[in-house]
């Protein structure tokens, strides 16, 4: 089989619970229940501390990336390449695992508008992806 034909599952669920802690599961594990807020995206970037099994090293497709995941001490970390900074899914991954995640999701790329301080006018796609952390 070639990594083209390989399927980017499983998904995943960032979700803070009603007690305030933040998790990313796979979406086959979220049951919603407890949960106050949840996104689901994917592919997963970190399954129980590895690597997604179907990113290459060396992979070419370096696009924008974004996502999220959450440390060993529950601290939620948000992550996005800058526009001029482009990345293949495997390193991306790579730098949640530095940052010590256990699981860590792709939110977003190429297929969004979403910049660091953009300098043009973004035009929409159609939908739109939005996280603010608030006091």
Known sequence: MRFSEVPLKPNGVFL???NGKAKVVTASKYRAANEIYAVQSGPLLLIDGKVH???REHSESELIRNGIGVDGEGNVILAMTSD???CNLWTFAKLFEHLECNNALFLDGD???LLELPQEKISGRGF???IAVVK
């Open 84 to 86: 001029r900074t482009r």
């Open 128 to 130: 739109a992806t939005l």
């Open 16 to 18: 803070i619970s009603k």
């Open 111 to 113: 297929l969004s508008r």
């Open 53 to 55: 099994p179907a990113f």
